[in-house]
Structure formats: structure tokens, C-alpha cells
């Protein structure tokens, strides 16, 4: 049976990774595929020192890849949406099969290369592009098929969840956790991509758009990124009962699908308020099967390899025979659903999102300050869940006050902090932060 020649473009943390395991493991990744896999050329400006190319042909053009007639299937691994957009493009155009880790192109630009794809019959696969080394696309579009998918959340950003576990278990300063994590390769090339929830956003729309069937559509996720998160709003959040992470959440509801990005308190008790350091974890919420929590490494040179992998073995199963021919009709569709059943759901802007909140203020010490601030609450039809009113510090007039409320529209409580913020007794902004039970 012919040989499946692989190209890879890009040898760095990911594309080292995927050479290594592809040249280490080959003999049993042979055995799985049913076929010889060879990676015949790799595309790269600079060379990896950590893999032996000395056997390969190795091109500083990636395009040379993408035109090399011999390539079958041609993985991209150099991230961005300009050079990696024409790249994929053209692969796809010579009749090569896409194989990616990049979640920012597919997020971004994924309709226009699935379409372009299903026009040339080839797949786009991109397993390694959402939570590292977590099956969790196939778990999604294969597994939980039989399902409608009700909502899912996820730690889906390794180097955030990295930095706020070295911060609350170890005291961490953020600058000094984030430089760590790029020494370690979790990091993007622009780690505000990381921490503002960016990288977040890209994974999360993927997920939302296999769990309900619609278009990609990134430009309509709510993001907000942690590093406006505050060592004592970590430590008050403990108190409660709590730890904050950082989520991708989406969630079908009747008037349309939230999708938001952002810090959030979880009930210490749920397992995934326990899923730390560099590992993501995927909540999955199915009508027939209930939750399901995918767990596992989320970034990282060879568990992201591990993702890239499966992608290349699942398309060289569904190459057939000498001549390489894909049985187009039978593949799974891109997004789950096949092109033609997308639905264009309303995305709710986040004013209309519902959930709980942590709020924290300083506040006079003095007799009825609590009670202005519950009244306001109290009129706005927002109940409170838990109250705690901190000692007052030495020589210090204000003290801090932590509430929890119990779920409200988030234009209701905009609404009620700014009538809070204008009270005299209460210095400075109200902390805002969203809380999600997760039942
Ligand atoms: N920068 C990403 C993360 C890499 O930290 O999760 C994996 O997508």
C-alpha cells in the first residue's frame, strides 16, 4: 500500500514536538494507521535543535510544501492567519489534506477554508487546535453525536490557568508566573493573547459551534482576561468556598447562545474548580448522556503533538488504496453538522447573559451602609446568597464587603453598581466578578 507523506511546516514547540513523536513512535503509529506514514518534507525558517532533520527534506519556503506534488497531507504548525492562511489554502487547492493545531485561523477564518476544502474534497482537521492534548473535538462531533448539546465550560487557556494556581498556591507575582510559562513553550508568541482571553475566545468558539451547529463566529464572543484578578479577590473567593478560573462558557438558551470568555468563581466541591496548572478540562453538558468532564494537558510541545497526530492517523484511515482517493460523502462533517444544517443562532450580547456574582466594595464602617447597599440590590430583584463584612484594618475608616448574589440579568447588576458606586459611604469601583454553580 503507498506510503502517506506528511509535510510539516513549522518546527517549533508544536511542530518539534509532532516530528518527534511521529519519528519516535513510528512503528506503532504505522501499525494503528494500517499504512506507512512518513513526514517527506518539512517547511520551516529555522531548524528545531531537538529534532534530526538530517533525513528529510527540509524547504526555509513552507510554500514549497504546499506545492510539493509528493505531500499527501500537509500540517500546519506556524501559527498566525496571514502566511498560515495563504498556506492552507493552497495545500488545500493542490488536493492536499490540512491537518492544523492553529485555533486563532480556524476561529477566525474557518468557514472560508471549510467551504474551500468540501470544493476540494479534502479535509481540514484540527484536533490539537482546542485544549492541547484533550481529544475533545472527536469526543464532541463523534461520541457525543447522539446528544443535543445543552452547554459546556471549560478551562481551555493552559498558561492562564497556570498563572492563577502559581499565584493562589504559591503567592506568585502574574509577570513572573507568565515569564515561566513561556520558558515552558504554553505561551503564544503574544502572550496577551493568553491572558486577555483571546487564545480563550478562539477555542471557545470552535466548541460552541460543534456543540450547536452554526458558523464560526468570533467577533461575537464576550472577553475579558485575568489580569485584572486580585490576590485578596482569590483569597475572599477561598473563603466562600470558591476558586476562580478562567472559563470559556457557552450556553443555548431560548432567546439565543451566550458565548463569553472571562474569570469566574466555580464552587470549590465541582471537579473542574480543581483542574490546575497547565491542565484544561471541558464540562459538556449532553440531554441524554448528562455532564461529561474531558481532562488533560492543555499546551505543551508533545501533548499538542499527540492531538496533531491523531489528526494525521484518522486522515490516512480514511485514505483508500494506491491512489490516496478519500471517500468524500462518508467523512465527518467539519463542524459536526453537515454544511447545509447550520443554524444562525442569535448570540446574546452579554447585557442579557444571566448569572450569579461576586461583588466586593469598601465601605464605611458605620451603621446602615449595608443596609443602603442591600436595599439597592433588593430593588433591582436581585437576591443575595452570602454576605461577609471583613475587620476594619488599622486606622482605616473602610472596610471591605464581599457579597455573592444569587443569578440575575447581567444588565440588572450593571444597573445596581453604579447606583452602589454612587453612594457616598462606598469608596471607589465596585469588583465584579461572574459566578457559575456549574450543576
Ligand atoms: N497558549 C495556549 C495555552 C497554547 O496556553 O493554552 C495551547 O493552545
Not at 528529510?56 to 498560515?84: C, H, R, Y
Not at 458565548?259 to 497547565?278: E, F, K, W
Amino acid at each position: 500500500m503507498k506510503t502517506v507523506n506528511v509535510g510539516i511546516c513549522g518546527l517549533g514547540t508544536v511542530g518539534g514536538g509532532t516530528f518527534n513523536v511521529l519519528t519516535r513512535n513510528n512503528i506503532e503509529i504505522n501499525a494503528k494507521a494500517g499504512r506507512e506514514i512518513t513526514i517527506s518534507h518539512v517547511g520551516a525558517r529555522m531548524l528545531n535543535p531537538d529534532c534530526d532533520t538530517s533525513s528529510t527534506q527540509v524547504s526555509d519556503d513552507v510554500f514549497s510544501v504546499a506545492n510539493d506534488p509528493k505531500v499527501d497531507i500537509l500540517v500546519e504548525l506556524m501559527g498566525g492567519t496571514t502566511v498560515a492562511k495563504d498556506l492552507v489554502l493552497t495545500a488545500i487547492r493542490n488536493g492536499k489534506h490540512v491537518v492544523t493545531a492553529n485555533k486563532a485561523l480556524i476561529a477566525e477564518f474557518g468557514n472560508e477554508i471549510f467551504a474551500e476544502a468540501v470544493k476540494h474534497k479534502v479535509t481540514v482537521s484540527y484536533e490539537a487546535a482546542v485544549a492541547g492534548g484533550i481529544p475533545i473535538i472527536r469526543s464532541m462531533r463523534e461520541g457525543l453525536v447522539a446528544n443535543r448539546i445543552e452547554w459546556l465550560a471549560g478551562i481551555i487557556n493552559g498558561t492562564g490557568n497556570f498563572i492563577l494556581t502559581e499565584m493562589r498556591d504559591k503567592g506568585r507575582a502574574f509577570e513572573d508566573v507568565l515569564k515561566e510559562a513561556q520558558e515552558l513553550g504554553y505561551a503564544e508568541a503574544d502572550p496577551t493573547f493568553d491572558v486577555e482571553g483571546i487564545d480563550a475566545a478562539h477555542k471557545l468558539v470552535i466548541l460552541a459551534s460543534i456543540a450547536f451547529g452554526m458558523p464560526l463566529q468570533y467577533d461575537k464572543v464576550f472577553c475579558e482576561g485575568i489580569s485584572t484578578i486580585k490576590p485578596e479577590d482569590v483569597a475572599y473567593a477561598d473563603e466562600l468556598g470558591y476558586r476562580i478560573k478562567h472559563l470559556g462558557i457557552a450556553r443555548r438558551r431560548e432567546t439565543g447562545v451566550e458565548l463569553r470568555v472571562h474569570p469566574t468563581l466555580i464552587p470549590t466541591s465541582r471537579l473542574i474548580a480543581n483542574v490546575d496548572g497547565v491542565m484544561n478540562a471541558v464540562l459538556v453538558k449532553g440531554d441524554a448522556v448528562g455532564p461529561t468532564l474531558y481532562y488533560g494537558a492543555g499546551a505543551g510541545s508533545e501533548p499538542t503533538a499527540s492531538a496533531v497526530i491523531s489528526d494525521i492517523v484518522h486522515v490516512s484511515r480514511l485514505i483508500n488504496g494506491d491512489d490516496l482517493e478519500v471517500n468524500y460523502d462518508s467523512t465527518v462533517p467539519h463542524l459536526g453538522f453537515a454544511l447545509d444544517h447550520l443554524s444562525d443562532f442569535n448570540i446574546l450580547p452579554i447585557e442579557d447573559v444571566e448569572t450569579a456574582y461576586y461583588l466586593r466594595m469598601s465601605a464605611l464602617d458605620r451603621p446602615g451602609v449595608l443596609s443602603k447597599v442591600t436595599q439597592i440590590l433588593s430593588d433591582a430583584g436581585i437576591s443575595i446568597e452570602a454576605l461577609i463584612q471583613k475587620e476594619p484594618q488599622d486606622g482605616q475608616e473602610h472596610v471591605p464587603v464581599i457579597l455573592l448574589t444569587n443569578c440575575a440579568v447581567e444588565r440588572q447588576i450593571i444597573s445596581a453598581i453604579q447606583k452602589i458606586e454612587a453612594l457616598e459611604s462606598v469608596a471607589g469601583d465596585v469588583i465584579r466578578i461572574r459566578v457559575e454553580s456549574l450543576k
